[in-house]
């Protein structure tokens, strides 16, 4: 199951979907958007070099309608 959501939860051998479970929670707890995005950058990062930059922006960039949807959900 993938947990990265619209993107990969693996490369090869790097496998990062502990990180996108992390960032769901995250999101699923209303934890400022900012942070959560920036510890997903982090973890992913630990496991392969730049490729969490690189989710960092799609995060930033796109991740907005996701944090809403989970707000959403938790006040439901």
């Known amino acids: 199951m993938s947990a990265c959501t619209l993107w990969f939860d693996r490369l090869l051998w790097w496998n990062w979907?502990?990180?996108c479970v992390a960032h769901d929670y995250a999101y699923?707890?209303?934890?400022?958007?900012?942070?959560?995005?920036?510890?997903l950058a982090h973890c992913v990062n630990n496991i392969l070099p730049g490729m969490g930059i690189v989710m960092w922006f799609g995060v930033t960039l796109f991740g907005?309608?996701?944090y809403a949807l989970a707000r959403k959900r938790s006040q439901s």
């Open 17 to 19: 979907h502990q990180c």
């Open 28 to 39: 699923a707890h209303q934890l400022p958007k900012a942070l959560a995005d920036a510890a």
């Open 64 to 66: 907005a309608a996701w």
